[in-house]
Nanobody
Framework: QVQLVESGGGLVQAGGSLRLSCAAS????????MGWFRQAPGKERELVAT????????YYADSVKGRFTISRDAAKNTVYLQMNSLKPEDTAVYYC?????????????????WGQGTQVTVSS
């Protein structure tokens, strides 16, 4: 059974850093592109970062470009989101998702599997 489990969220002051982890099981990790989404209260779920199945094609939202880094460890079936220089507007529930489509997938409807989410709160 496919499961995606996020961890690493928490409370951090503005300017601080967090690293989110998403551990995948029940799937062949290398066959899936992985994405990080976030959703704040009253807002739509938005793509933060994603990489392709090969890890070669990487996308970042303009709002996080230069601050966040997505990476994956194939041996551990885990994808990471390193978040630096955090801002209060980064506060949201962050979700890990997997897509079987090749290349970069922007829309959330293109992702088949989802984790339960982890809360990130950035205080000013």
């Amino acid at each position: 059974q496919v499961q995606l489990v996020e961890s690493g969220g928490g409370l951090v002051q503005a300017g601080g850093s967090l690293r989110l982890s998403c551990a995948a099981s029940g799937l062949t990790f290398s066959n899936y592109g992985m994405g990080w989404f976030r959703q704040a209260p009253g807002k739509e779920r938005e793509l933060v970062a994603t990489n392709s199945r090969s890890g070669i094609s990487i996308y970042y939202a303009d709002s996080v470009k230069g601050r966040f880094t997505i990476s994956r460890d194939a041996a551990k079936n885990t994808v990471y989101l390193q978040m630096n220089s955090l801002k209060p507007e980064d506060t949201a529930v962050y979700y890990c998702a997997a897509t079987i489509d090749p290349g970069v997938v922007i829309g959330h409807t293109g992702y088949k599997y989802w984790g339960q989410g982890t809360q990130v709160t950035v205080s000013s």
